[in-house]
């Protein structure tokens, strides 16, 4: 994943879509995949103890994630 824009950051971006955190997970970035897939997949589940009002937060979260995947720049 040399930059932003590259092939890679697109496949990684389209990991997060289908599974939050696999993208960074893809990039090498173990700890942002963590911490993205817990708290998402957390405001998931609250939100269906709560019919669907915590979507207000899951989904923001879900897509910070896929763009933080496609704008992701190597050091």
Same mark, same amino acid.
């Given at each position: ?13 389209? !990991?997060?879509? /289908? ?11 173990? /700890?942002? !995949?963590?911490? /993205? ?5 957390? &405001?998931?589940?609250? &939100? ?5 009002? /915590? %979507?207000?937060?899951? %989904?923001?979260?879900? %897509?910070?994630?896929?763009?933080? !995947?496609?704008?992701?720049? &190597?050091?």
């Amino acid at each position: 994943m040399s930059q932003q824009g590259s092939a890679g950051n697109v496949i990684a971006a389209i !990991a997060s879509f /289908f599974f939050v955190g696999l993208g960074q997970l893809v990039q090498g970035r173990i /700890f942002a !995949a963590i911490i /993205f897939c817990l708290t998402t997949y957390a &405001a998931y589940g609250i &939100a269906t103890f709560t019919f669907g009002l /915590f %979507l207000i937060v899951a %989904l923001p979260l879900h %897509l910070w994630c896929i763009i933080d !995947a496609a704008r992701y720049k &190597a050091d």
